[in-house]
């Protein structure tokens, strides 16, 4: 994802399971390039709700 109002803004989520601690199903998960946790897959809308709040210019 880009901010094409300020492009040096870029970055890169992915999607998958958070390894298993435990014996049971991992949950999935929505995971910043530097390897946070950031939403769960369940709720899209919300982990857009951060990545658009990282990339907002200033002002904006």
Same mark, same amino acid.
């Given at each position: ?6 492009? *040096?803004?870029? /970055? ?6 958070? +390894? %298993?601690? =435990? ?9 910043? *390039?530097?390897? /946070? ?6 709720? +899209? %809308?919300? =982990? ?13």
């Amino acid at each position: 994802m880009i901010n094409p109002n300020a492009t *040096s803004l870029a /970055e890169n989520v992915t999607c998958r399971a958070q +390894p %298993a601690t =435990a014996p049971r199903t991992p949950d999935v998960y929505y995971w910043w *390039s530097w390897g /946070e946790r950031m939403h769960t897959v369940e709720d +899209p %809308a919300g =982990a857009a709700t951060k990545v658009a709040r990282v990339l907002a210019a200033v002002g904006e």
